[in-house]
């Protein structure tokens, strides 16, 4: 009678699985087809980063939507190709990465994560940008946070198209320097609010352009760079005091413990 009763049990417990099982598969028929039958009543555009940095509008994305995809809205939402969408929003120069997805209400949305950008270069009348990975793009009509100037003769080839791109070879090695430089100024706040531009001269050397006072700096080559903010703090903490504001036109700090100024 023992044995009777947990073979009866097992019965039981097999018949109720597989009436669970059922009922899962028929939910999910029944969820795969309100999926296919629910129609795109809207698309709902997010650009992060907006308050800073406004590279990106809502219409601007909507505008990719429709020219290089087409129309989503009457649409079921199970034929939308949400990682063709992501492709060709990720192909617009100033976006870094993009999300889309449906909601059981029909809705699409959208989530843009724009560039951020860490300088801003100005070259034969043009002007473009660089993240801290090595990417420059183009600036439009969208407005940017503060960030460094860099003129004069930068050795970079912007795309002839107008979109942005990954610097390589010697390019991206030279960038990568001043890349090093810029960020050594935003983590130590004091450069990061003093310094305002930097010139590349004709043969290579940056020299920065603080907010105030006469000085220009010569830094040479973006290499040492500790040391050579090193040697800057010191014309400020110990040159200045002792000679006087605006005396110096140019402070050389491209040599080893050593300051000329002129």
Not at 87 to 113: F, M, N, P, R, W
Not at 163 to 177: A, H, P, Q, S
Not at 207 to 228: D, Q, T
């Amino acid at each position: 009678m023992k044995t009777g009763r947990n073979i009866t049990g097992t019965v039981l417990g097999a018949c109720v699985a597989a009436v669970i099982l059922v009922c899962l598969c028929v939910s999910a028929g029944i969820s795969s087809a309100n999926r296919s039958a629910t129609l795109c009543s809207g698309m709902e555009i997010g650009i992060r980063d907006s308050t800073e940095n406004r590279f990106v509008t809502a219409e601007d994305v909507a505008g990719y939507v429709t020219k290089e995809y087409g129309k989503t809205v009457g649409i079921p939402i199970g034929e939308i190709d949400l990682k063709k969408l992501e492709s060709i929003l990720d192909s617009q120069s100033a976006v870094l990465k993009s999300e889309a997805y449906c909601t059981k209400d029909g809705v699409l949305h959208i989530e843009i994560t724009q560039r951020k950008p860490i300088m801003r270069f100005q070259k034969n009348g043009q002007s473009f940008y660089a993240d801290a990975n090595g990417y420059v793009f183009p600036i439009k009509d969208g407005k940017a946070g503060y960030v460094i100037v860099i003129d004069g003769n930068i050795p970079l080839k912007t795309d002839a198209a107008g979109k942005g791109k990954e610097v390589t070879g010697r390019e991206r090695e030279w960038l990568g320097r001043v890349t090093e430089t810029v960020l050594y100024m935003e983590r130590h706040k004091v450069w990061d609010r003093n310094i305002v531009q930097i010139h590349v001269s004709d043969n290579g050397d940056l020299v920065l352009v603080p907010r105030e006072g006469k000085e220009r700096f010569i830094f040479g080559k973006p290499c040492n760079i500790g040391e050579k903010f090193a040697l800057m703090e010191k014309y400020y903490t110990a040159i200045v005091p002792a000679k006087g504001k605006d005396r110096y036109r140019t402070v050389d700090v491209r040599y080893r413990n050593q300051i000329v100024c002129k």
